[in-house]
């Protein structure tokens, strides 16, 4: 795990924060997660030195993409790349001096999650207890990947109602840690059952609930 310096929590909560460019274009989850990852690797003077293939591999991303997000942030003003980009492009982010981050609230969700049609309360609490002890989140965590979500990953509604769905399943050994969660709606997740499902978080998750909830494993 690379060292997170003071300033690059700074620089990734004001990333956390920065929804839309100073023209007032919405950034995709892609531009979100790349400026949430160089963010998070600055050094004292708000330069990322991080090679580009690194962020490639962190996210999760093939190199095309990253690099067609990166020219977009360097359009809106929201990287500035102080060295000739390539392989070793110094990246500098524009965090304004008197930025503050804004304290973080959370609403906890229902007590009780929803139970799953032909699966009774008892064997469903049995499994839960089993997928805890291989692995655990905190409400910050999954408050972190819900805000940055932004709704179902499935069918992209913000519904009102989300559940946490286990990627590998509990019922075939999923643990209950925030690597194997991801927000689906009610509907979504009635629609996938007990199937394992495609990881459909958006890139940068990991670096936002690593934000707000802390180092992941
Ligand atoms: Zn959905």
């Given at each position: 795990m690379v060292?997170?310096?003071a300033?690059?929590q700074?620089a990734?909560?004001?990333?956390w924060?920065?929804?839309?460019?100073?023209?007032g274009?919405?950034?995709?989850?892609?531009?979100?997660?790349?400026?949430?990852a160089l963010?998070?690797?600055?050094?004292?003077?708000?330069?990322?030195r991080?090679p580009?293939?690194t962020?490639?591999?962190?996210?999760?991303?093939?190199?095309?993409?990253?690099?067609?997000?990166?020219k977009?942030?360097?359009?809106?003003?929201?990287?500035?790349?102080?060295?000739a980009?390539?392989?070793?492009?110094v990246?500098?982010?524009?965090?304004p001096?008197?930025?503050?981050?804004?304290?973080?609230s959370?609403?906890?969700?229902?007590?009780?999650?929803?139970?799953?049609?032909?699966v009774?309360?008892?064997?469903?609490?049995?499994?839960?207890?089993?997928?805890?002890?291989?692995?655990?989140h905190?409400?910050?965590?999954?408050g972190?990947?819900?805000g940055?979500?932004?709704?179902?990953?499935a069918?992209?509604?913000?519904?009102?109602q989300?559940?946490?769905?286990?990627?590998?399943?509990?019922?075939?050994?999923g643990?209950?840690?925030?690597?194997n969660?991801q927000p689906?709606?009610?509907?979504?997740?009635?629609a996938?059952g007990?199937?394992?499902?495609?990881?459909?978080?958006?890139?940068?998750?990991?670096?936002?609930?690593?934000?707000?909830g802390?180092?992941?494993?």
């Amino acid at each position: 795990m690379v060292e997170v310096t003071a300033t690059g929590q700074r620089a990734a909560q004001w990333a956390w924060e920065v929804n839309v460019s100073p023209g007032g274009v919405a950034l995709t989850p892609t531009d979100k997660g790349v400026l949430l990852a160089l963010c998070w690797h600055v050094d004292d003077d708000l330069c990322c030195r991080l090679p580009l293939h690194t962020v490639v591999t962190r996210l999760g991303l093939s190199m095309k993409p990253v690099r067609v997000a990166l020219k977009r942030l360097r359009e809106y003003g929201l990287v500035e790349a102080v060295a000739a980009p390539g392989k070793v492009g110094v990246y500098k982010m524009p965090v304004p001096a008197d930025f503050t981050p804004k304290p973080w609230s959370y609403a906890p969700p229902p007590p009780r999650e929803a139970g799953r049609p032909g699966v009774s309360h008892r064997r469903r609490h049995d499994r839960l207890a089993i997928a805890r002890s291989l692995g655990q989140h905190t409400a910050e965590q999954w408050g972190a990947l819900v805000g940055f979500c932004g709704g179902c990953v499935a069918c992209r509604k913000k519904s009102a109602q989300l559940t946490k769905d286990h990627i590998e399943p509990i019922s075939k050994g999923g643990h209950d840690g925030i690597t194997n969660i991801q927000p689906l709606c009610l509907p979504c997740n009635s629609a996938k059952g007990a199937r394992p499902w495609r990881d459909m978080r958006p890139e940068g998750w990991r670096e936002a609930v690593q934000l707000v909830g802390g180092q992941i494993e």
